[in-house]
């Protein structure tokens, strides 16, 4: 199976079928997009499901093989989004909504109290009572410029004086592998004879 072009499903997933057929897109390309079209609206309806429920939902309802629901499932959350993933802002937008129509109905039903205590909820959800985090200037960074030396000072270490000439010595003196000839005797091994016999 070829690999498959994220970018050209970016473009065609919010076609229509008729667009798609006029862009003469391939049979396979508009199965597929079927499918991940209905897995995200089966996703949006039931944001609880896990993985492995919504490759179950891919197989048993377009009859694809498991490890095709798995691509299917990849490309849902790529082109899509992921929902089990839900960001602080969208949190923070959330509380924000919910917040917003207590304090309505608190100010309907006279209870400003209530309104008071959910405006300071709502100030501590957008912290709007503190200073904005200054932006790191990444850009701003300039990374140190390291350049190679053979020299130890720059550790805190004294240098030995002719250090490169002493070590042609010991390479010369030690780098000799040549085998030398060595006088030996040989040692005839003496044999006793048992003091028994």
């Not at 839900?86 to 309104?115: C, H, P, Y």
């Not at 030396?149 to 030690?174: F, H, N, Q, S």
Request: no cysteine; aromatic share 8%.
């Amino acid at each position: 199976m070829l690999p498959v072009n994220l970018d050209e499903y970016s473009r065609y997933v919010t076609l229509d079928d008729a667009e798609l057929r006029q862009l003469r897109v391939a049979e396979g390309v508009l199965l597929r997009l079927h499918r991940i079209r209905g897995m995200y609206a089966y996703w949006l309806q039931f944001p609880s499901k896990v993985d492995n429920d919504l490759v179950q939902y891919d197989m048993a309802m377009f009859k694809v093989s498991r490890s095709l629901a798995y691509e299917d499932l990849h490309l849902v959350k790529v082109l899509l989004g992921n929902l089990q993933q839900t960001t602080k802002e969208f949190m923070r937008w959330k509380i924000n909504k919910s917040l917003e129509q207590d304090i309505a109905a608190a100010r309907r039903a006279g209870d400003f109290r209530s309104v008071a205590a959910l405006s300071k909820v709502l100030v501590a959800n957008n912290r709007t009572d503190k200073d904005d985090e200054p932006d790191l200037e990444f850009d701003k960074i300039v990374p140190q410029n390291f350049e190679p030396t053979d020299d130890p000072t720059v550790l805190g270490i004294e240098r030995i004086p002719d250090l490169r000439g002493k070590i042609r010595a010991l390479y010369k003196r030690y780098s000799n592998t040549m085998i030398q000839d060595a006088d030996f005797e040989e040692i005839k091994e003496e044999i006793k004879p048992d003091e028994d016999e």
